[in-house]
């Protein structure tokens, strides 16, 4: 198969990726119309929640609680042999 003119093919053809906050994500489905929202649901093809490290990490160090992560700072491992 070959892609001669990509903007000559129609939108159902193709997908689209939106990154973007989890509680943003589940704001939006609340707002939409159960109709609306059933049909998003259902051209889902993959659902992917990564954890935003860098967001946890700026909170920890301005000392806000992060629950299930916490700040490792200096910390040594003794082994003795």
């Known amino acids: 198969m ?3 003119d990509e903007q000559k093919i129609p939108a159902e053809y193709k997908r689209v990726t939106v ?3 989890l509680p943003q994500w589940q704001e939006l489905l ?4 159960e109709d609306s ?4 649901l259902s051209g889902l093809r993959k ?3 990564t954890l935003d490290l860098e967001a946890i990490r700026q909170a920890l160090n301005l000392e ?4 299930g992560a916490d700040l490792a700072i200096n910390r040594f ?5």
Do not use: Y
Not at 37 to 40: D, F, G, K, M, W
Not at 64 to 67: C, L, R, S
Not at 77 to 81: A, D, P, R, T, Y
């Open 2 to 4: 070959n892609v001669i």
């Open 19 to 21: 990154t973007l906050p």
């Open 30 to 33: 609340a707002g939409t119309p």
């Open 37 to 40: 929202r059933n049909t998003v």
């Open 47 to 49: 659902q992917e929640i």
């Open 64 to 67: 806000k609680a992060v629950e």
């Open 77 to 81: 491992k003794l082994q003795v042999i």
